[in-house]
């Protein structure tokens, strides 16, 4: 099955400058990819995904790149500000084939002002 | 409804007893997920319906829990013979189950804590 692994566990930023979290997965037959953001005590919420048809994705401060080759994508915020302070998970799986999610362990990413 | 409802919010019980969490998820959402969150760590798959159905039951960790969705809406987990390592987040989350669809959508949890 599945197994997704995620890099830093935490991350430390100074306001304004860029973060990256980078995650791999095992299974090559994964085609979607989605990033949630869990504030603490909140439910986890879908910010960003790409599917694995498209190498990369971007939504204002935000981007995703995806190599399928080397099985890893990762998550790219630019101009850091403190309320991007949060958990954030990647996730992949196999929707075509009724797919179940399976998430990464999170990194905790701390943005200071 | 508009979006994934949990109930209860928290539970609090004693070890050895039974629970049940309910989750009501987005109106015509076919695909129905638990999830287990301990403390620090991302959410772990316990079960996956498709209608009435359980697609996929490989994440449950052992014969004590079990889900039904005999409807192909509400969702019940049941845990019985509670144990003080149950002790976690159960989130529910549904997805459309529509070709391409794919986002999926949590509710807000239900916290269990075994004492």
């Known amino acids: 099955g599945e197994n997704v692994e995620q890099h830093p566990s935490t991350l430390s930023v100074q306001e304004g400058d860029s973060a990256v979290i980078k995650c791999t997965y095992s299974?090559?037959?994964?085609?979607?990819f989605p990033w949630y953001k869990q504030e603490l005590g909140k439910r986890p919420q879908l910010i960003i995904d790409i599917r694995s048809n498209v190498g990369e994705k971007k939504d204002q401060r935000i981007a995703v790149t995806l190599n399928k080759t080397a099985k890893h994508f990762s998550l790219h915020i630019t101009e850091t500000q403190p309320e991007d302070s949060a958990v954030y998970f990647c996730a992949a799986d196999d929707y075509n084939q009724g797919g179940k999610l399976i998430f990464g362990q999170g990194t905790e990413l701390s943005v200071k002002p | 409804g508009a979006g994934v409802s949990q109930t209860p919010s928290n539970k609090v019980t004693e070890k050895g007893k039974y629970v049940e969490l309910r989750c009501d998820p987005i109106?015509?959402?076919?695909?129905l997920y638990w999830y287990r969150q301990s403390l620090g760590q991302g959410p772990e798959f316990l079960i996956y319906?498709?209608?009435?159905?359980?697609?996929?039951d490989s994440g449950l960790p052992n014969d004590r829990f079990f889900a039904v969705r005999p409807e192909g809406s509400v969702s019940t987990l049941k845990i019985q013979r509670t144990e003080r390592g149950d002790s976690a987040v159960y989130l529910c989350?549904?997805?459309?189950?529509?070709?391409?669809?794919?986002?999926?959508?949590f509710g807000a949890g239900s916290r269990l804590t075994v004492l």
């Open positions: 109106s015509g959402h076919t695909a």
């Open positions: 319906f498709q209608g009435t159905g359980a697609a996929d």
């Open positions: 989350a549904s997805r459309s189950g529509r070709s391409g669809a794919n986002v999926l959508t």
């Open positions: 299974d090559s037959a994964s085609n979607y």
